[in-house]
């Protein structure tokens, strides 16, 4: 068990709920800003730029989602999505 | 990581077993179909050239005459295994439900057959759940779909003997064994596996991820409109005019189609507006003809038979990719063997999933043993509702076929009570699974299982003509091996039920 | 048949990189672990021929799913052999549950 998900009760609890918090609403946001930042910059017709993005929304989301628990500790896992975040909304805003 | 499977499984795991089965079921949707309509004649299927074409003629005269008014018709023709026989629809001017019927492929008369969802209802039930208000099951669906990929990829993250367990079964270990055969059901079927569940969520993606199409279209709602306007663009659509016209004739433009088309068959036709002086035929390929989900469309003036719009199969290397996905999961496109194999996998995730849920159970209870589990209710609860969740449903799905076979063919609203009597079923199992000490339960649901899959042949010949003695000699191979089929699942479970027997403590 | 020649490939192979493991290595009483690096080479030729069987019968994709669906009622077939050689003899020698001792029984006859 890796050393940031021993701990004991209340502790654990909010770790968890940190993590779950970063994982599923901050990857939710990343699978649909990330796939627009990396799509945009090739120039594809509109519709098909949209499915190529949709396509790869749910490796980012389960990637993201996944990267929240194995990230060493809660704080990590905020600051590595927030990172993220940004960056790919900087990259999409360009792009677009 | 292995915090995340476990929930993921444990919050989704019923709701997944519940889409594998059905989905399964749902694989054989066509052959369970034509169990479930025993009037339909064994199917003669392709019926290219010329006979097409006299297939269309007959199907368009029998909706003159049933339907000239109304606002759409639909035939399907027959082209393959996944629609063997000659359909037609058709949608009342006055508003309402489609009506449909199944035609003589030779003579165009309509067969009498008995009002029933059939194996479609099992299909539609994979995604659309029941008795939940659409969007609502969309959702519910698209979750589960992402916590299967998830549990997937966690799942395989945290096993950590990945290769070294690889064939490994230990039996009678209690949990052990329970792991070993989860992660083997798991493992054997896994490339199967992460491309169900990421081609199950392309289905949903339009939905789950709404803000992508923002990006491009602008805010919604207008962006998801207009996405889907260039995505589907109208072809030739136009309002009915009022007035009244000698309809084309089909011949020609059939032979049109198939002159584009290199040769390949039409497999539906739909006339917008028919009679009127602005119908429109549009005439559709088989979407089930290869691996990538797509067929070309044409779509022709209903009164001089003009070429008007033409979409073709491949339009672009996205498209393509997203309908590539979409037709790895269904699987219409594939022959015998593979098919045989889709079934094997769609079973073992079935096994996946339930060895999952029991492997869940059955550590906690061994833990239990040690001290005092944190939640003793909700582990019985869950122990004791899982033998419901897991050979319940089966059981509740058999139920399904014997109202078919015994509710009265002139009933109204038979479809629909066929469909409750499956839930009802179910639901009477829940209860008694919730009643009864969970080992019992196990080994009474078995049996049940056992004997209400084991005797379908035997209804059928009760109640139809059309039972093994009759279709095996007739090369019926649909009902005899439906029949068949329900025989050996009626084993299966009797072989189960009888380990069970043997192992009561 | 190709595909049947395909599926018997394919079982072969996962059943060489099996043996080629630690953990199933002397099933056939044979433990040189020189032979493992032999046996997993077998293994992966076969699993490769079972591929080249396929091909011929139908397109790539379809060919490329039939072989990666072929993989696991192999795989099952490998593990239930396994299992069944492992099993522990009559004489009761392993401490398994009764589940596993009736197993025996049915199989002794």
Known sequence: ?96 | MGEVHTWAGLLFGWLLYFMFVTGTAGYLDTEIDRWMRPELPVAQYPQPGAAATAAATQALDYLQAQAPDARRWSIQLPVDRNEPHLRVAWQPTSGGAAQSAWLDVHTGAPIPVRDTAGGQLLYQMHWRLHYLPPEAAEWMVALASMALLLALLTGIVVHRRFFADFFTLRLGKGQRSWLDAHNLAGVASLPFQLMISYSGLIFVMFSFMPLIASAWYGPAPGAGRAFYAELFPPMATALPSGQRAAPAAIAPILADARQRWGGAEAAVLEIAQPGDARARISVIGNFAAGAVRSAGILVYDGANGALLAERPAWQSTPRATRDLLLGLHEGLFAAPPLRALYLVSGLLGCAMIATGMLLWTAKRRERAQRGPPAWPAGLALVERLNVAAIVGLPVAIAAYFWANRLLPTDMAQRAPLEAHLLFAVWLALFAHAALTPPRRAWRQQAWLAALAFGALPLLNAATTGRHLAQSLPAGDWVMAGFDLAALALGLAFALGAWWLQRRRP | MMLALAFALTWLGLAALALAMDRHAGLLGCRRPALRPALRALGLTALAAALGCTLPCMEPAPALATWLGMLAPATLCTAAMLTWLQRPPVSGRSASGSASRSRRQNQSH
């Open chain 1, 1 to 96: 068990m890796p050393a940031h998900l021993r701990g004991t009760g209340a502790g654990r609890g909010r770790d968890i709920s940190a993590r779950l918090l970063v994982g599923v609403l901050g990857g939710y946001a990343l699978a649909q800003l990330l796939p627009v930042a990396l799509v945009a910059p090739w120039g594809l017709a509109r519709a098909d730029a949209v499915l190529v993005a949709l396509q790869m929304s749910f490796a980012v989301y389960a990637a993201a989602l996944m990267a929240a628990f194995a990230a060493r500790s809660a704080r990590r896992a905020w600051a590595g999505m927030a990172a993220a975040l940004l960056a790919s909304a900087a990259l999409a805003w360009v792009a677009l």
